[in-house]
């Protein structure tokens, strides 16, 4: 076992009666039954209201209607759940319909979603258990249609000089969310920086090591720690396992609010772990990857 084989498992739930839809377990901190909530005014549409739990004041949403299917009724209400998430930097609710159970997933064995779905499907993967299809949710981008990014936060400033740091080096973006990937591509445009991007793990691997054949070999990494196929930690792991691109700066990027996914990204590999999303935060990791490559 590499100590990138860390796994995590699914919780599935229902938004209406015929599908099944899931989460990855280290995004969520608990599940109650539904509590009662209070308004909040001139709020999105999907948000109820806000609940109370354990004395914090967190925002619930209607899961359901936020990705486009029917609201759930207030007589429903007293049956449902709340999946309490820890991610993008918020502590958000979630109501489902129902809950139906945690399972434990390889999540080498989830695939991407259909390229024809569009940029509104609210999917990063698909998988199967006990002969049902399961869809994994992507919470990035539904959190990104009810509560818009700050445009601040996608903008980082930069010195002339400390631009010139960066231009020569060859990166790559890897994130199976399409939110993610352009918000990471937008922060790196806004500063007029090139770079390569991907959705997937193992075709970011592979890049890598065709950039090393053709002796342009990758220098900074910056990629998402959970994606179906080949993880971020997994792919950290690779990376620093095969000297022909070892030498890569690696930084890698959760949703998660979690220590633990700091810890476990060092002790794959990487150089750096973030909660994402912050351009200046990225700016200034990868500027100390710029760093140790002056250095090197």
């Known amino acids: 076992m590499s100590k990138a084989n860390q796994s ?28 009662p909530l209070t308004k909040i005014p001139h709020s999105h549409p999907a948000i109820m209201g806000a609940a109370t739990i354990r004395g914090m004041t967190i925002p619930v949403i209607d899961m359901a209607a936020g990705i486009g299917f029917k609201p759930i009724t207030e007589e429903e209400r007293q049956h449902c759940y709340i999946i309490i998430t820890d991610c993008q930097r918020m502590v958000i609710g979630f109501l ?8 434990e997933c390889n999540w080498r064995n989830i695939e991407a979603p259909s390229g024809n779905l569009g940029k509104n499907a609210f999917l990063t993967g698909v998988t199967r258990f006990d002969d049902h299809l399961v869809q994994l949710l992507d919470v990035e981008l539904l959190l990104s249609k009810i509560f818009p990014d700050d445009p601040v936060t996608n903008r980082a400033i930069l010195t002339d000089v400390q631009r010139e740091k960066l231009k020569p080096l060859r990166i790559l973006l890897v994130d199976d969310s399409k939110v993610a990937r352009k918000q990471l591509s937008d ?12 959705s997937d793990g193992h075709e970011a691997l592979q890049m890598m090591l065709q950039a090393a054949k053709n002796r342009a070999p990758i220098d900074l990494l910056v990629s998402d720690i959970e994606m179906p196929g080949l993880d971020g930690y997994e792919l950290a792991f690779e990376v620093k396992n095969n000297p022909d691109i070892a030498s890569a700066y690696i930084i890698l990027h959760t949703s998660l609010s979690s220590e633990i996914s700091v810890s476990q990204a060092k002790q794959v590999g990487a150089n750096e772990a973030l909660t994402k999303f912050d351009a200046k935060e990225l700016i200034e990791a990868m500027l100390r990857g710029a760093q140790t490559k002056l250095v090197v």
């Open 8 to 35: 995590q498992g699914l919780l599935l739930f229902r938004l209406n009666h015929t599908q099944q839809f899931a989460l990855g377990t280290l995004k969520i901190r608990e599940l109650v039954p539904f509590t």
């Open 96 to 103: 489902v319909r129902s809950i139906d159970k945690i399972i």
């Open 187 to 198: 922060a790196l445009d806004s500063i007029n920086i090139a770079y390569q991007v991907t």
